[in-house]
């Protein structure tokens, strides 16, 4: 799996896991997405998905990410 973390003054605030699964025409998935009690509402939640997002573009080399939930997802224009 591939997880990035959100920090803020050097402690975790959230996470977000994105793992490969054994089909390859739907890879790689959003597994886990969370982010502490007292920094939701400011964006981290946006921001671990952007950062996921670039890191599958760029590292993992694949066009998208699959995520079993649509929602919040298709209000950022992500399509089922």
């Not at 050097?10 to 793992?19: A, C, E, K, L």
């Not at 597994?31 to 007292?38: C, K, L």
């Not at 939640?45 to 080399?61: C, K, N, S, T």
């Amino acid at each position: 799996p591939h997880v990035i973390v959100a920090q803020k003054n050097n402690s975790p605030i959230g996470m977000i896991s994105i793992v490969d699964l054994d089909d390859p025409s739907f890879r790689p998935w959003i597994i886990s997405i969370y982010v502490a009690p007292e920094e939701r509402g400011q964006g981290v939640f946006h921001g671990l998905v952007a950062a996921a997002v670039a890191h599958a573009r760029d590292i993992m080399r694949v066009p998208h990410l699959y995520t079993y939930s649509h929602l919040p997802f298709e209000k950022w224009g992500w399509t089922r």
